[in-house]
């Protein structure tokens, strides 16, 4: 079975700054999805960025880029020029196939501190 | 606007008392699921569909029912809710097919769930 973990539970980081959130995964498959979702105090699920295993550029949107590493089976979500509505909770996300369940790390808390 | 709909966002019932958390998308999607989330845990799956009538366990399906009738409705069923049911509970959905760019799941808002 596959497994997610995010290894830090809390970080902070001072607005403007970059910051770096952990996620590695197990799995013995070779093509796949991974995802990182925010979770602000709205609660809504919201997607930041994903990457498909196959593609080795890494995905980047905006000020969010992943660091995928797919040999050490890791997959970083980089934060740039931080804001205070990234403040939120973070989980990464790895799915087998389309439509196949998402399996969830435990999730990294971020503040951002002004 | 496409979305996915769950009701309500906040329940409190007593242990025992039968209830129901609706979820509908309006963007044809074929696959749907539920989640719940709990204090470090993550979210973990309750139960999916692939299409009408189709449905599936997924990694948490115990005291939970579903039932997907029609394309748009997957809604949630606690025959006798218990107490560790209280929860955040998540529903999703997904186009089924090979289409370009896959962006995953589209969540709910969520629904907080207490038993008391």
């Known amino acids: 079975a596959q497994t997610v973990t995010q290894s830090q539970p809390e970080m902070s980081v001072q607005e403007a700054e970059t910051v770096t959130l952990s996620c590695t995964y197990d799995?013995?498959?070779?093509?796949?999805?991974l995802f990182w979702y925010k979770q602000p105090p709205s609660r809504q699920m919201i997607l930041v960025i994903r990457?498909?295993?196959?593609?080795?550029q890494n995905a980047t949107e905006n000020r969010f880029s992943v660091n995928f590493q797919k040999a050490a089976k890791s997959f970083s979500l980089k934060i740039s020029d931080s804001q205070l509505g990234d403040t939120a909770m973070y989980f990464c996300?790895?799915?087998?196939?389309?439509?196949?369940?998402?399996?969830f790390g435990k999730g990294t808390r971020l503040s951002v501190i002004a | 606007e496409a979305q996915v709909t769950q009701n309500p966002r906040y329940l409190i019932t007593v242990t025992g008392k039968k209830l129901t958390v609706t979820c509908s998308q309006n963007?044809?999607?074929?696959?749907m699921s539920w989640y719940r989330q709990d204090p470090g845990l993550g979210l973990r799956q309750i139960y999916y569909?692939?299409?009408?009538?189709?449905?599936d366990k997924g990694d948490v399906p115990e005291g939970y029912k579903v039932s997907r009738k029609e394309k748009r409705n997957f809604p949630l069923i606690l025959e006798s809710p218990s107490p560790n049911q209280t929860s955040l509970y998540f529903c999703?959905?997904?186009?089924?097919?090979?289409?370009?760019?896959?962006?995953?799941?589209?969540f709910g808002s969520g629904t907080r769930l207490t038993v008391v």
């Open positions: 990457q498909e295993a196959y593609k080795q």
């Open positions: 799995t013995s498959e070779n093509n796949y999805y």
């Open positions: 963007m044809n999607h074929e696959y």
């Open positions: 999703a959905s997904s186009p089924a097919g090979l289409r370009n760019g896959y962006y995953g799941y589209t």
């Open positions: 996300a790895f799915m087998k196939q389309r439509n196949t369940p998402l399996v």
């Open positions: 569909s692939m299409n009408v009538e189709v449905t």
